[in-house]
């Protein structure tokens, strides 16, 4: 099966709103949720039950565009957009109703900004598996970033009914980014919390959970969880540190907060969160 190293939440962990910073989660980072079995998720039962597909069950034509869709997500991955999207074609030639193969065309369009194209490639990809949970959850992302919230909303419930085919911890990290983004702070945080809980190792998630925190005035809670990022020095990084700085600013803990100014000033001296700091500019 495919290892879909190209998913996305679409989520740098952190950049500016909530995943990112928390408004800007990074179209490019790779959200790692699991493989789906893609179109043909499903098999008639007697009865008219859905059944799981397994590998036994895939078709040699399903085999064979799955071995071709490899070659352009590793095109994909490198950026190299164009080729990976001439790959898709050739895998939509073999199997025109392979989901994760449609999915793929609609991030790359997505990339090449042809947001019609992208929207047409999610909607067929949906149709051709509505249980596909990557899909739904990319689809989800992408209508966020379009500032398409409710149906975003929408798509990010129905991605977490599929938990075979997609990580319900990284599916509610996107989702409650999106309510941030969307503006809905207090059915954010609860579902950050979730996140969160779930998967208590994701950095992205403890970190926007802490920026909503420090939005609702919830300082104490959100220096907890931005200690959890900066407390691991291969997780810091100039978002994390300036959040935990402004935190400390705002709770007046000085000797804390000159602590994460000097890891931020030596760490990443080109960084805007440094300038940023140097002006002050703690209630941005």
Known sequence: MLAKNWKRIGCHWMAVPVLLSLTSISSAQ????PDSSSSGNTRSLRGGQQDITTASDESDVRRRARIRLELASAYFSRGDLRTALDEVKQVLNIDGDFSDALELRALIYDALNEPGLADESFK?????????????????????????YGRADEQFA??????????????????????????????????????????????????????????????????????????????????SLWLGIRIEQKLGNMAERDELAASLRSRFPSAREVTALELGRFDE
């Open 158 to 239: 129905k991605a977490l009914q599929q938990s075979l085919s997609v990580s319900p911890a990284k599916t509610l990290l996107a989702r409650g980014v999106c309510q941030n983004m969307a503006g809905q702070v207090e059915a954010a945080s609860k579902t950050l919390l979730r996140s969160y809980e779930l998967d208590p190792s994701n950095p992205a998630a403890a970190f926007n959970l802490a920026r909503v925190l420090m939005i609702q005035g919830d300082l104490q809670r959100a220096r907890f969880y931005i200690r959890r990022v900066n407390g691991v020095p291969e997780q810091a990084n100039p978002e």
């Open 30 to 33: 790779n959200f790692g949720s």
């Open 124 to 148: 067929k990809a949906i149709q051709a598996d509505p249980r596909n949970g990557s899909v739904l959850h990319n689809h989800g992302w992408y209508l966020c970033r379009k500032q398409q």
